[in-house]
């Protein structure tokens, strides 16, 4: 039987390359985000080049009762098992002190990056401690381990990602149920784009000097924690790139 990944913000960045990866080793997927067109257009090339079972979902994370609809339309015919969820949904809003900042930015990232976080696995457990097996990847960051200049309230929804992912293992260890924090540190996606309202410069530079991670190799070791023996658990991963230490501390010299 076909293993069931269920990947959120799966439209671009690390959630798009993981779902590539999983579909390119005969998983079935659960993809979710919000722009259906690329949710669309990522079902049909998995369908087309692996013959992937796909199953998209265009919601709000932050929207509880959308993401409760979304996941009762889930065709538990074809998608038995839901074996593992990666909680990738997420974003930075701006850049910038505390003492200005900006309440809708905060609000946007505390209610994606923690309570979307949440929504997701409320619903999804309770189909995972009825089978009596899976496994929930949460990506949080580096920026979930320390924090960096200017970063304060994103660094703190990745903290508080850190907090649920070490509640979470233990409440959940009576199931069988493993979860794993992902910490990437800096990768070239749409993330600085968005955090930066679409500057693309600004986006741009913040890769300046260095060669960050890509989607694919973060997806790596998304897949790497995913596939190892039952008994096996990872609990925490941190990667970075070569010239990145931690949250603050990268030399930024191209390599
Ligand atoms: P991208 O911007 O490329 O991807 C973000 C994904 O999240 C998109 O698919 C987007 O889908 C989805 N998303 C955002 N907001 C919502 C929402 N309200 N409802 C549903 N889906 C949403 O960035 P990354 O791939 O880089 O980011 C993925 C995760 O990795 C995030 O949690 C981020 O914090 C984390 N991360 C990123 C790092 C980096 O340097 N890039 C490093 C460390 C962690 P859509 O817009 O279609 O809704
Ligand atoms: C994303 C990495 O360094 O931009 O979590 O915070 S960083």
Redesign the pocket.
């Known amino acids: 039987m076909q293993r069931t990944v269920l990947i959120?913000?799966?439209?671009?960045?690390?959630?798009?390359s993981t779902a590539i990866l999983f579909a390119s080793n005969g998983f079935q997927l659960i993809l979710?985000?919000?722009?259906s067109e690329?949710?669309a257009e990522l079902k049909t090339e998995l369908e087309k080049t692996y013959q992937s079972i796909v199953q998209t979902l265009c919601?709000?994370?932050?929207d509880l009762s959308a993401v409760q609809k979304a996941f009762a339309s889930i065709d538990t015919k074809k998608f038995t098992t839901i074996d593992i969820l990666v909680?990738?949904?997420?974003?930075?809003a701006g850049f910038g002190s505390i003492d200005n900042g900006n309440y809708d930015d905060w609000n946007?990232m505390i209610?994606?990056?923690v309570k979307?976080l949440l929504h997701a696995s409320r619903e999804i457990i309770p189909f995972m401690k009825t089978q009596g097996f899976g496994h929930i990847v949460n990506?949080?960051?580096?920026?979930g381990k320390d924090v960096y200049v200017n970063g304060n309230v994103?660094c703190a929804t990745?903290h508080a990602v850190d907090a649920l992912t070490k509640s979470m293992r233990i409440d959940l260890l009576p199931y069988g149920i493993k979860v794993t924090s992902v910490?990437?540190?800096?990768?070239?996606?749409?993330?600085?784009?968005?955090r930066f309202k679409g500057d693309e410069q600004k986006a741009k530079a913040v890769y300046d000097g260095f060669t960050?991670?890509t989607?694919e190799d973060?997806a790596a070791s998304i897949y790497y924690v995913c596939t190892l023996p039952k008994h096996v658990c990872i609990n925490d991963l941190t990667i970075t790139c070569l010239t990145q230490a931690n949250a603050h501390y990268n030399i930024k010299k191209t390599v």
């Not at 979710?32 to 722009?35: I, L, W």
């Not at 909680?87 to 930075?92: E, H, Q, V, W």
């Not at 990506?139 to 920026?143: E, G, K, N, V």
Request: net charge positive.
């Open positions: 959120t913000g799966a439209t671009s960045g690390i959630g798009k979710t985000g919000r722009r690329r949710l919601f709000d994370i932050t909680n990738n949904a997420g974003l930075a946007v209610d994606t990056n979307g990506i949080s960051s580096t920026a994103y990745k910490n990437p540190g800096a990768c070239e996606t749409e993330f600085s784009l968005v960050p991670l989607p973060v």
